[in-house]
């Protein structure tokens, strides 16, 4: 991580964006006091993980990438596990969501597959009723379905408690319709960072050859050309009046990792 200054607001369910090795794991890892800034600080209500560890985890309900389950455990062996250490957990609700989901408490976690194990961490972080969540590519090894499910909970989970969440997270359509900020990461900078309703209204997109000569000509500040669903070559620029469409959360994001990608490779080329 480079440069980084941002605050996540109480409330909000922030999108963190960004391709592999950006910094995403890394951060919310800090948070976590998994790992140690070499300098600068990263708080959690406050707290500094370094010395109030124990604070801040009890603040927190957290989601690795690795979904780290003990195999020869049962499903409820976890929840009998998760009461012992976290008073506040709420043993009844997790059960409930486990079997929204499909899933036999009695299983051994061997015996699952990778998405259904996702489910039994995700379904354990809600059930903590944290203040805090943070969910490192929580839904990458869930079907449309299951991330659905996963999202709808959340969703009504934030509302019911004003829960603040950080939703690390590749698939960009889902995170549209879940999210109210956005951060987008890349080369360990943050190239984006607001919300999502504020970002949409500040940035067009333009289609074809040309357009970041219209969009200059507009007025506009270019940001990146890059290749839309149907492989049309279009232009995602700041600007707060048209002389595009206002964009989607996919289009801003591919538009400004793919300013990210050109910098980097020109990067390499002075290099």
């Known amino acids: 991580m480079r440069d980084v ?8 369910i922030t999108a963190l964006v960004g391709p592999n090795g950006a910094g995403k794991s890394t951060l919310i890892r800090s948070w976590m006091g998994f790992e140690r800034p070499d300098a600068g600080r ?7 993980p370094r010395n109030r560890r124990a604070d801040v985890i009890r603040s927190v309900g957290y989601v690795s990438q690795t979904h780290s389950l003990y ?11 998760v009461a012992t ?3 506040g957990f709420d043993r009844g609700a997790a059960a409930s969501r486990l079997e929204t989901l499909g899933l036999d408490p009695r299983r051994r976690v061997s015996q699952l597959s990778v998405g259904e194990r996702a489910k039994v961490m995700l379904s354990i972080a809600l059930s903590l009723h944290a203040p805090i969540l943070l969910l490192d590519e929580p839904m990458a090894n869930l079907d449309p379905l299951a ?5 709808t909970m959340l969703m009504e989970d934030v509302r019911r408690r004003g829960t603040t969440v950080v939703l690390s997270s590749h698939i960009v359509t889902d995170l549209e319709e879940a999210c109210d900020r956005l951060i987008v990461l890349a080369q360990g900078s943050v190239l984006l960072d607001g919300s999502i309703d504020v970002v949409r209204r500040e940035h067009v997109v333009l289609p074809g050859d040309g357009a970041a000569s219209r969009a200059e000509s507009a007025g506009a500040q270019p940001v990146s050309a ?4 149907s492989g049309e070559r279009l232009q995602l620029a700041r600007a707060t009046a048209p002389p595009g469409h206002e964009p989607t959360l996919e289009e801003i994001v591919l538009g400004y990792l793919a300013a990210a990608g050109r910098s980097e490779t020109r990067a390499a080329r002075t290099s």
Do not use: K, N, Q
């Open 147 to 151: 991330r659905r499910e996963f999202l």
């Open 5 to 12: 200054t941002l605050a996540i607001p109480a409330g909000s």
């Open 226 to 229: 890059f290749l839309g669903r």
């Open 42 to 48: 990263a708080l959690v209500r406050g707290l500094d």
């Open 85 to 87: 250490y976290r008073p």
């Open 71 to 81: 195999a020869r455990l049962s499903i409820e062996d976890h929840l009998e596990m």
